[in-house]
């Protein structure tokens, strides 16, 4: 895409698809990221929401898609197709309810299921939310990173969208694979 006074040479377009399981705190993630905003109040998605971010990085406009798919049992055969031309799989569960850790998995291979390009190494990151209830906390770090390991992960972060903790960390290195990843936009 090029513009009329020459100011942006590319626009890229990158697909992040975040799954987990119901309330584990996705949605609360991305409008901390997008909006700077924390609220119990906003409701869940029905099947499938999308946030939009806009970086100027060079002379390149990079639009990061960031797909939240609800994680409701009706919606997951729905998975696959909502995947398809993912770049990145964040997968999050709740560090205060266990049983969200172990369906990860689950969801790893729902994400797997829906690639068409297998050949492409997708950035995969695991996150547990809710790292500011630390007195209800049932997964410890040690066993997050264990997991995080067995299946893969390129990296595991701890966040709270509620204090805004490593929110910004998160995104900051998936926008940092992108870029070592895609010589387009350093060119």
Same mark, same amino acid.
């Given at each position: 895409?090029?513009?009329?006074?020459?100011?942006?040479?590319?626009?890229?377009?990158?697909?992040?698809?975040?799954? /987990?399981?119901?309330?584990?705190?996705?949605?609360?993630? @991305? #409008?901390?990221? &997008?909006?700077?905003?924390?609220? $119990?109040?906003?409701?869940?998605? @029905?099947?499938?929401?999308?946030?939009?971010?806009? $970086?100027?990085?060079?002379?390149?406009?990079?639009? &990061?898609?960031?797909?939240?798919?609800?994680?409701?049992?009706?919606?997951?055969?729905?998975?696959?197709? *909502?995947?398809? /031309?993912?770049?990145?799989?964040?997968?999050?569960?709740?560090?205060?309810?266990?049983?969200? &850790?172990?369906?990860?998995?689950?969801?790893?291979?729902?994400?797997?299921?829906?690639?068409?390009?297998?050949? #492409?190494?997708?950035?995969?990151?695991?996150?547990?939310?809710?790292?500011?209830?630390?007195?209800?906390?049932? @997964?410890?770090?040690?066993?997050?990173?264990? *997991?995080?390991? #067995?299946?893969?992960?390129?990296? *595991?972060?701890?966040?709270?969208?509620?204090?805004?903790?490593?929110?910004?960390?998160?995104?900051? *290195?998936?926008?940092?694979?992108?870029?070592?990843?895609?010589? #387009?936009?350093?060119?």
């Amino acid at each position: 895409m090029k513009r009329v006074l020459g100011e942006i040479n590319k626009e890229l377009i990158f697909k992040i698809s975040l799954f /987990g399981e119901p309330n584990v705190g996705k949605k609360s993630m @991305v #409008r901390q990221y &997008l909006k700077k905003r924390f609220s $119990l109040d906003e409701p869940t998605p @029905v099947s499938l929401d999308i946030g939009v971010k806009k $970086l100027h990085v060079k002379k390149t406009v990079i639009l &990061l898609q960031i797909w939240i798919l609800t994680g409701k049992p009706q919606f997951k055969p729905l998975t696959p197709i *909502y995947t398809r /031309g993912s770049f990145v799989g964040i997968f999050m569960f709740d560090l205060t309810r266990e049983t969200t &850790l172990e369906i990860v998995k689950e969801w790893l291979n729902l994400f797997e299921e829906g690639q068409i390009d297998h050949e #492409r190494k997708n950035l995969l990151i695991m996150v547990g939310g809710k790292a500011d209830l630390t007195e209800k906390r049932e @997964v410890s770090w040690g066993k997050a990173l264990w *997991y995080a390991k #067995r299946y893969h992960f390129k990296r *595991y972060f701890e966040c709270s969208a509620k204090k805004d903790i490593n929110i910004e960390e998160i995104f900051e *290195y998936i926008m940092n694979c992108l870029l070592r990843k895609d010589q #387009r936009i350093i060119h």
